[in-house]
């Protein structure tokens, strides 16, 4: 089941139409955002209907922020190397989106770790993406 949020995505040659990749991830982390931040008020009620709505618009903002960091950022880095294939791009916009979380928090060990995080799940992804492989699915025999 598709809701539109990352249609288009790898159909777009990389290091082209940045500001397309941009809105998509943006649109991807923004939704990743709203659930998430329907599970922390679920978990974690809010004291009013006000601080709930904060809450859920401040994680919803950072999320949608740090998607389109890392659109841009792999875009761009892709175009500026002339080699858009490469995994390193996507190791550093998941970086960046990572020092976005570490400036969020004003935590230099947060920022530190998520960059690595993001930024090794990001390469792995487009290497998995790149090579055929299957997460889920009938086994291939």
């Not at 089941?1 to 290091?15: H, N, Q, R």
């Not at 940045?18 to 679920?42: D, E, N, V």
Request: net charge neutral.
């Amino acid at each position: 089941m598709s809701w539109g949020l990352g249609d288009g995505y790898w159909d777009i040659p990389e290091g082209t139409d940045c500001p397309r990749k941009t809105l998509i991830t943006g649109r991807i982390g923004a939704a990743l955002g709203l659930l998430a931040s329907g599970y922390r008020l679920i978990l974690h009620p809010a004291d009013s209907a006000v601080d709930a709505v904060q809450t859920a618009a401040r994680n919803t903002v950072m999320m949608a922020t740090m998607g389109a960091v890392f659109g841009l950022t792999t875009c761009l880095s892709a175009h500026v190397r002339e080699d858009p294939e490469d995994a390193l791009n996507y190791f550093v916009g998941g970086c960046a989106s990572g020092i976005v979380m570490g400036v969020r928090t004003h935590n230099f060990g947060t920022g530190s770790s998520a960059c690595l995080s993001l930024g090794l799940l990001a390469a792995i992804t487009k290497i998995g993406k790149r090579e055929g492989w299957k997460i889920g699915g009938p086994p291939r025999l």
